[in-house]
């Protein structure tokens, strides 16, 4: 492995244990004062390396298993993609394995291309712990064709729910009493309905150069729907009136026009 990076551990009674890790000598370790869970991390590491060529990510329950799996994902992230490997998990469901393909889904070894991250300008969406920053990047990459999956790379997932390791505290949901993975989900669901995912997505799809294919077309047209229902729709609505609403949003981005100026600057 040739790239530098750091272990960044939450705080908790489990951390001392941490420091019996030998690391590579560009590597290096930083302890948290309080649990801030992943979005903490993220957030520490893009503050403190602010000019990266790429920010990787690897999860204490992952383990590389290709040579050279870092230079590779480094590589076909370059600036402007989201890369990941083959994780021995999703990678081996056809109906996962495709939403990997599509963008979809993430797996392990995920790599952002640094202009990317500074130009949506968080690396992980703000105001959540854990939960929603996967399929926040999802929401930004897949529609523009800007995600980069790599099947020959195999960086594996040990999971408790592929029976590969135990169960632990950091899998549950809650913590202190409080359901944080629920509230971070509607956390991500209100900005992918929010005018600044909209103002994101413009704003990469014209840093990055984005030219969008027939198949990506289709998949922007489905966000647009979405987002829009998602605007419209209201706490126990009733079945008549949601599927009145869906027909109209559905008029409202016809199916196989292009919606490329969509993306264009406002102004």
């Known amino acids: 492995m040739k790239s530098p990076g750091v272990v960044y551990v939450d705080y908790d009674e489990t951390a001392s244990e941490y420091r019996k890790l030998r690391l590579p000598k560009n590597w290096r370790i930083v302890f948290a004062d309080e649990w801030g869970s992943l979005q903490a991390s993220m957030d520490w590491c893009f503050r403190n390396y602010p000019d990266a060529s790429q920010y990787g990510w690897l999860a204490d329950d992952t383990y590389p298993r290709t040579e050279g799996w870092d230079t590779a994902l480094e590589q076909a992230a370059g600036e402007w993609c989201l890369s990941y490997a083959n994780d021995l998990w999703f990678a081996d469901g056809d109906i996962t394995r495709h939403e990997l393909e599509i963008g979809d ?77 629920s509230e971070d989900i509607e956390i991500r669901n209100d900005w992918c309905a929010s005018p600044d995912y909209a103002a994101t997505l413009r704003r990469v799809a014209n840093s990055a150069n984005v030219e969008l294919t027939e198949p990506q077309q289709v998949r922007l047209r489905q966000r647009l729907i979405d987002r829009r229902i998602s605007e419209l729709w209201k706490l126990n609505m009733s079945g008549a009136r949601l599927t009145r609403i869906t027909e109209l949003v559905n008029a409202e981005f016809p199916e196989g026009e292009h919606f490329d100026s969509y993306l264009e600057p406002t102004r």
């Open 105 to 181: 889904n993430l797996s392990s070894g995920l790599c952002w291309g640094g202009e990317l991250v500074r130009t949506v300008g968080w690396w992980a969406l703000p105001e959540v712990r854990q939960a929603g920053i996967d399929t926040a990047w999802t929401s930004i990459c897949g529609p523009l064709g800007l995600n980069r999956y790599l099947d020959d790379i195999i960086v594996e997932h040990k999971n408790y729910k592929t029976g590969k390791r135990e169960k632990d505290a950091v899998d549950d949901w809650a913590r202190d009493g409080a359901d944080y993975v």
